[in-house]
């Protein structure tokens, strides 16, 4: 192939060995070289682009030769620019400032040909242009001609006869400038040689005839005399014609730009032609920029409700999923609780929590559990996710001795302001849903429900929802609660060095059976709307402590700029009041209290007193309650929080959620069979050492399917780097369908960092194939693959179990 690459080779007769869990698998093929393009005729075709735009620019058309080049290499540049994995408007506009100005030198060279063909600063302008764009967009991307795969959105016959085009038509325009210079030279040469002839004769002419000319009015016999030619003026019809075969002297100096005061725009006109262009020019890359972003992203409305639908949430192992997925990434919630029946057994509850995990694993996933009602058929898992946890009461019940009830799962205390309703507080059993769909989330708890019958009943549930994804400019934005607030600034960020520590039982804490888990606070809190929103703006601000619009606090800043409880105003009082809810609930306040807060709104309609049925579904998550919600609602009632009086706390429970299972385990495994989850549960795969720019060709996650198995497509190109190089999944089976679209081998190979489990990979993959490899990974962890003939290059991905 080396000796003669333009001519078909085939080479027979190869093989490949793999071993795999015992068996030994030989594959034979045979290996085709397929020459590419001539390069000659490629080229040829830009040649005949500079001729065409050659032929335009000398017929006085250079304004649509350049319309025409702009044109094409702006669509080039979008091409491009759509390709990129992650953000295709930032790459449309970061990899375009050259050719931002050259694209507005082109269309005002244009514009200032249209107004007069033979002005030649416009000639040079576009000229410039031309070879400018030529140079910065057409030839770093000639070898997209002989290529048979090109970093490109809308396929490779476009980006080659863009690439042809603007090339082409670049160099042509700018060879146009000499050629037309020379041309025109040449022409007027002999242009004024005929003025000169005929010039001479109509002087002989003159002066054998009479010398006195017929002039018109007061005008004397000189007037008639420029640059040393006669001008004989005779009346006709009212108008005034040059005689004697010479022309008026504003006609020659019509032939001279430097005379003609018409044959260059003036100041004023140059300088807004200009804005003008650069303003066209960013006008039409924002519009691409628009286009751009809604073919990664917005898309029609029909592909972003499909993806909403399909979009599942991994499992945080060993965290159950659900505790830090913001409240704007599922729009709808139910959290709900059971209680066990009477006499209800161990037996039965380990039954009942090993069919809820098989369910919530279906269900999450999209997949129909079994004997399903078929309520959402049709619907995917739309983010859903289902925690479970333990009530105070359980223990004492099925089995299960008071004494091993953890101090944090004590009751709560009782808050002097509250008015709760004990059928709708507690519970043995405590279970939180949420997703983007409201029947998705109906239909999950219906299917708990059913699967708890004989063991369990339901006690209560409590619906609630919050803003819907996609009805708000900015997604990440903090949503409101039905008083207008923004609620939720000063959540822990997962990004936080101590949200782990706030938020979930340490690894190395009692009792072991809750390591991984989190103490969930539930509270249904009714607004008294009426009375709220009775009151002035300013007054609400003071209750809360921020302003409504901004949620900034008071002294001033931004929504997130740190509270100065110590500010004041210029009479001297405290610019955040004494009673202020952001002052009493503030963390430096309650000793370093802080606990995650997930609100849904809920409306239930009218009270028997003709008042809004509407509020808060609190809820709120801490690694221990006693550091973080009972002190901090203890001195909001000590206090007297202004907000309590338009506030009314009347349902309350107190939930273990345990973590995650691990394996073939299920919920509560730990507490219901000592000693055998742990040892049953899978450990973390051991740590692995990977570049720090791993993460280089994006993220993806692998889609469950309905067999079970997690599937996901990762690419590799000339680039070096796999596209996504970090891969997620849940514990379980993946297929990861490897593809080539380079020209350069590469394989995708377990680096042997991880002696405990079989190592696989694709050993060599061509340009342009496809394969697919199976991966049973069951261990949490990161696994690390490479290419083995571009690792030192840095071509690693990750596949991360979580």
Known sequence: MKAAPGQRHEISNWHITLHRDGRTITADGK?????????????????????LALWLCLRSWTAWAAVALVAADVLHSAGVAADVADGPVAAFLKGNVVQFAAWAAALWAAWLLARRKDSIGALWVAAGAGLLIAAASGVPDLSVLWSSTAPFAWGMTVAQVLVTVVTGFGFGMAIALPVRLRWTRDTGARTDAENTETDSGARAAAETEEREPVLIGSA??????????????ESRTGEQRATGGSRPAEEHAADDPAKSSASMPSRRSFLATGATSVGGVAAGAAASALLLDDRKSSAPAGDLVAGLGTATVAVPFPHQAGISVPARQQGHGTVAAFDLVDGATREQLKALMKAWTAAIGDLISGRAPSDDDEIALGSGPCSLTITVGFGPSLFGKAGLDPAARPPQLAPLPAFGTEQLDPARSDGDLGVVLAADDALVVFHALRTLTRIADGTAKPRWSMSGFTRA???????????????????GTNNPAASQPDFERKVFVAAGADPAWMRGGSYLVFRRIRMLLDSW???????????IGRRKDTGAPLPGGTEHTPVNLAAQNPDGSLAIRGDAHIRLAAPAANGGAAMLRRGLSYNDGLTAGGEPDAGLLFLAWQADPDRGFIPVQKRLTVNMDALNRFT?????????MVPAPSGSGYLGQALLEPGTASSNAASPAPAATLPSDVGSGGTGRAVLGADGVQRITVTADDTLRYHPSVIEMSPG?????????????????EDG???????????NLAAGDQTTMSLKLTRPGDYPFQCGYHAAEGMYAVIRVR
């Open 31 to 51: 290996l085709t070289w397929q020459p590419g393009p001539s390069k000659a005729l490629r080229l040829a075709g830009i040649g005949l682009a500079a001729a």
């Open 220 to 233: 004397s016999a000189a007037d008639a005399w420029t640059g040393g030619r006669l001008a004989a003026v």
């Open 469 to 487: 994804p996609g009805s708000s400019p900015d997604p990440s934005a903090t949503g409101r609660n039905l008083m207008g607030q923004l609620d």
């Open 533 to 543: 929103e009775a009151q002035s703006t300013a007054d609400q601000e003071k209750v």
């Open 648 to 656: 009314k706390h009347e349902t309350s429970a107190l939930f273990a």
């Open 733 to 749: 089976t993946v297929e990861i369908t490897f593809k080539n679209a380079g020209t350069l081998p590469h394989t995708l190979s």
């Open 753 to 763: 960092t991880l002696p405990d489990e079989p190592r696989a990979g694709v050993d």
